[in-house]
C-alpha cells in the first residue's frame, strides 16, 4: 500500500492540524484532527477490504498466436457475499492496458474485452494480476497479488509462404480443385443420377431445390509433403523458434491446398494427413515441441512425397537430413 499524491497532501494538513491542535488546545481544532485521524483510518482499512475475496479469470475462444493480439473476456469474482467492491484496477504483462471496474457485485462477477499478448509460444501455466483500488477516499492505493492457475496455449508465428515458389515441385499451383473421388471433402453438389449412392443424397439441397441432389467428393490422394524439423542440438541463436514458426507457416500453406502434410522431428511425428483437423495436430505438436540435446537426430521413416527440411542454420544441421529432389530451408538466412 502507498499513499496517493491526494493522501500526502492529507497527511501533511494533518500534521499541520496537529500542531496548531497543540499549540493553541482549542477544542474545535482537535475535532478537526481526530475527523482527518479517522479518515486516514476509514481509507487504510477499505483500501484493503476493498480487495479480498477477488478472483480472476481469463476467456479466450480462439486459438492463441504467440506476438498475435488476441480478444479476451477479463472476469472479474466477487467471493464476499455481503459487500460489493468498487473502483478495481486490473494489471498484467499479457494486458495492453489498465482495465478498470467501477462495480463488481457482492458474490457476482464483472467483465471487460480487452487484447491480450503472448509473446512465446507453449503451455503458459499461470497467468499473475495486480489488482489495486484507492476506494473510497483516494488517499491511500491498495495492491493485491492474483494468479490464475489455468493452461493457456499459445501456438507459434506464421510466415507468409510465396505460393509461386512451389508451384514449380507441383502439377498445379495454390488452390487446385482436387478431382472427384472418394475423399472426406465434399467437391461439389450435382443431381442425382441412376447408380448414385442413396447415402450421399443432399436432403437440404434437395428440399431447397425440388430436385434430388446428391454429394460429389474430393480425391484423398492429393501430393505429399514431409516436413522435417531440426530439433536436435540445442543453441544460442534463438533459431529454432523461427524454425518452429516456419514449419507451421509451411503446413498451413500445404494444408490449404489440399495436400496431404506429415511433419517430422526429433522424439515425434505427425503422419500424413489433410484439412483443419490435421492442421490442428501439427500445431499442437509444435506449440510445445522442445530441442532435443541427446544427439539422436531426425529420422524420417520413408522419402515418400516432396520433402523439406527446416534447418536451424547451415553450421547447427545435425540433423543429417537430405534427399534428392526435396528442398532444405535454412532459417539462419530467411
Avoid at 42 to 66: E, K, P, T, W, Y
Avoid at 138 to 147: A, D, E, H, N, W
Avoid at 277 to 283: F, K, M, N, Y
Avoid at 303 to 311: C, H, N, Q
Wanted: aromatic content about 10%.
Amino acid at each position: 500500500m502507498r499513499s496517493t499524491r491526494e493522501g500526502k497532501r492529507f497527511l501533511l494538513g494533518t500534521a499541520l492540524i496537529a500542531v496548531a491542535a497543540v499549540n493553541t488546545g482549542n477544542n474545535l481544532i482537535y475535532l478537526i484532527l481526530s475527523l482527518m485521524l479517522s479518515f486516514l483510518l476509514l481509507s487504510f482499512l477499505f483500501a484493503r477490504i476493498n480487495l479480498s475475496g477477488l478472483h480472476i479469470d481469463v476467456a479466450i475462444d480462439r486459438m492463441i498466436i504467440a506476438g498475435v493480439m488476441t480478444r479476451a473476456r477479463i472476469i472479474v469474482t466477487n467471493g464476499d457475499r455481503l459487500v460489493p467492491r468498487y473502483s478495481v484496477r486490473v494489471l498484467s504483462g499479457v494486458l495492453r492496458k489498465e482495465l478498470s471496474f467501477h462495480r463488481i457485485p457482492a458474490k457476482g462477477s464483472a467483465e471487460a474485452t480487452a487484447d491480450v499478448l503472448f509473446e512465446k509460444r507453449g503451455v503458459h501455466p499461470e497467468l499473475i494480476f495486480t489488482a489495486g483500488s484507492s476506494f473510497p477516499f483516494i488517499l491511500f492505493y491498495s495492491c493485491k497479488t492474483v494468479r490464475l492457475a489455468k493452461n493457456f496455449l499459445v501456438y507459434p508465428s506464421y510466415y507468409d509462404i510465396d505460393p509461386a515458389h512451389y508451384a514449380a515441385y507441383f502439377r498445379t499451383g495454390e488452390g487446385r480443385a482436387r478431382p472427384a473421388g472418394n475423399g472426406s471433402d465434399i467437391f461439389q453438389l450435382r443431381d442425382y443420377r441412376d447408380g448414385d449412392d442413396p447415402k450421399r443424397i443432399h436432403w437440404k439441397a434437395t428440399a431447397k431445390r425440388s430436385v434430388l441432389m446428391t454429394r460429389e467428393y474430393a480425391e484423398q490422394d492429393g501430393s505429399m509433403v514431409t516436413i522435417v524439423l531440426d530439433n536436435t542440438a540445442p543453441d544460442l541463436s534463438g533459431d529454432f523458434e523461427k524454425a518452429v514458426s516456419l514449419t507451421a507457416s509451411l503446413a498451413r500453406f500445404f494444408t490449404g491446398r489440399g495436400d496431404l502434410v506429415r511433419v517430422v522431428s526429433g522424439g515425434s511425428m505427425v503422419p500424413f494427413g489433410h484439412g483443419q483437423e490435421h492442421l490442428q495436430r501439427i500445431l499442437d505438436m509444435l506449440a510445445v515441441i522442445a530441442e532435443d540435446g541427446t544427439g539422436q537426430g531426425v529420422t524420417v521413416p520413408d522419402d515418400r512425397g516432396f520433402i523439406i527440411s527446416v534447418l536451424k542454420s547451415h553450421e547447427g544441421n545435425q540433423s543429417g537430413v537430405s534427399y534428392a529432389g526435396g528442398e532444405v530451408v535454412y532459417v539462419d538466412t530467411v
